[in-house]
């Protein structure tokens, strides 16, 4: 609604789209309006990942964020933490 205002600005008449803005900018419950996506989790070849998505469907906003490193392990149990570098490609699906 708000991205629908903001596209409205000067197209038509300032009451109309007073109340439009009025009416995007009300309050209202996030869980009713905004869907959030994650995933967090360290792949079979040691890259840890975060991944990070909301958008509200009310006013079109959309946030999106990625982290990716290898992550440090400790295949023996020794405490000797290294770095593990994969030695195959291995093909990531994404849902």
């Given at each position: 609604m708000c991205h629908q205002a903001?596209?409205?600005?000067?197209?038509?008449?300032?009451a109309e789209y007073a109340k439009m803005m009025a009416e995007a900018n009300e309050e209202h419950e996030?869980?009713?309006?905004?869907?959030?996506d994650y995933e967090i989790g360290v792949d079979e070849l040691g890259e840890f990942e975060a991944y990070y998505r909301c958008s509200c469907e009310?006013?079109?906003?959309?946030?999106?964020f990625t982290h990716k490193e290898d992550a440090k392990v400790d295949?023996?149990?020794?405490?000797?933490?290294?770095v593990v570098?994969?030695?195959a490609k291995l093909r990531k699906q994404r849902w």
């Open positions: 903001e596209d409205s600005y000067g197209k038509i008449p300032a996030p869980e009713e309006t905004m869907r959030e009310r006013c079109g906003f959309e946030f999106r295949p023996n149990g020794t405490g000797d933490s290294k570098k994969p030695t």
